[in-house]
């Protein structure tokens, strides 16, 4: 059967992902008909999951209902004790703890927008998210209150810190345990779907993070894309009665403040009953012991962290078999690594999808068959998103021309918060233009060939040039500045940057760094720094030449 009768058959009328159309936000949209009405409704039917595992961390164990149990007990306090209301903003900054998850339960339930904010994020960039963003409370760990505390001093912005250990905490900040207490129920909110849910910060193209505002609507979408898209699966390849049926769980390895971290992994995981496997840090031996001791059935990261684990050296001496789905999003992955994770894991094979913090991480995906014989298309999308490639004319163009990509459905975000300039450039009459260039094969699947916008891609992170050179420019040393990538064979680009000094003026690559270390994330840091003594190559409309630097010093 192909993907497009099996896509058919799923969401055709009577089906439990039977699409319909409905008035979004003044535009007529399609949508799933029998979408939960908003993410309260989505917890609440987690609760039937009951003392099932749901976050296995460093030894602890919380099952569905410890964790509505705790989230409950946060809604109250935040309702009770912190005043907090409909549409006012509660961001979490923390490293991937269990607290994320019940804090995000916890804000989101009471109508609360919860706030996600970079836990790499330097004291500037956070500075600027929790006051564009306007946040009332903030969840954090021990890191975050540091590097926030004279933010949330100047903005009356509360504090509750999890793991807050012995040592008292400075005024305005309050222990999770002293908040957070089990047995005090959930308040009572009635959500429009169309209520503002989430914010999350997407690197800035002009030097700073915009914010990412999601409806429930759009949140609950994108999850019931990916439950779609697993049935459509089912359809296509029903599962071997030679390969054992096991209960799903996943393995978190990226950021819960990155979209793909929080939708799909994170909220699939809380919607359809999986155990949910936090890493503290990355480490793909670590992660081989995880998947062999929880019979990790889902593997969703960035390629790097595929590469990482099928080259890990004792690879052979764990028993992976458990594995049925090993791949993500946040970059494509290289033919040839697509083809080594098919053949290492056995029971199991790659995918990708194509999602961004504007889709809700949901778009066109290429899983089984299909991604081995397309390995560098990022495949099809479910018929509750329209893709199409437009020329600069915004006219639609036909299979094998090359455009830019344009989405269309409900899991779009509603725009940028506070940002209406931004919002304009990119959702136009409903559709988002992605910045990407690509085309479609004569089989309709979709390729992705370059990008519109100035991004490098490093490890699945999305690095704007234009903000990195910002912070370059506050260098007295610099006269010119040019970021771009270069290619890397595991991280799939790394951050480099062509300089001219001012006159005179002197500067060691590593001494750049380390000032840029304490302005931007390490992440964004070059790690190629090339200073040359001729201007940078310009166009004729004065823009840097970047490609024609890329080539020249790659």
Known sequence: MTFEQAAAAVTAAGQVFEITTADVLGLDTKVWKNSPPNMRAVFAAARMHGDKPFIVYEGETLSFIDVMARADALGHSLVHTYGVKPGDRVAIGMRNYPEW????????????????????????????????????????????????????DTQGIKAIV??????????????????????????????DPDADATILYTSGTTGRPKGAVSTHRAVISALMAF???????????????????????????????????????????????????????WDAGTALEIIQREKITNFVGVPTQSWDLVHHPDFANFDTSSLRAVGGGGAPAPAAQVDLVARKIKKGG????????ETNAYGPGNNGPDYLNHPTSTGKALPIMDVVIRDDDLNDLPSGERGEIWFRGPMLIRGYWGNAEATAETIIDGWLRTGDIGRFDADGFLYIEDRAKDMILRGGENIYGAEVESAIYTHPAIHEAAVFGLPHERLGEEVACALVLRDGATLD???????LAERIASFKVPAHVFIRTEPLPRNAAGKFLKRQLRDELS
Not at 165 to 191: C, K, Q, Y
Not at 350 to 357: A, E, H, R, V, W
Not at 509 to 515: D, I, M, N, S, V
């Open 101 to 152: 998850i019940i804090s995000f339960i916890g804000a989101v339930s009471i109508g609360a927008i919860n706030v996600s904010l970079n836990s790499w994020w330097t004291a500037d960039e956070l500075d600027f998210a929790l006051k564009d963003s306007g946040t009332t409370v903030l969840i954090c760990d021990r890191e975050r209150l540091a590097l926030c505390k004279g933010t949330l």
């Open 162 to 191: 999890a793991r807050a250990g012995n040592t008292p905490l400075p005024d305005g900040a309050e222990p999770w345990d002293a908040v957070v207490h089990v047995g005090n129920p959930l308040p009572d909110r009635a959500i």
């Open 509 to 515: 690559p590593a001494e750049l760094r380390t000032y």
């Open 227 to 281: 439950a779609c898209r697993g049935a459509v699966d089912l359809v296509r390849r029903p599962p071997s009665p030679d390969v054992e049926v096991l209960p799903p769980a996943f393995i978190l390895i990226v950021p819960l403040f990155h979209v793909t971290g929080s939708v799909p992994v994170m909220l699939g995981c809380l919607l359809s009953g999986a155990k949910l496997v936090i890493m503290y840090k």
């Open 350 to 357: 790659p995918q990708l999808g194509y999602g961004m913090t």
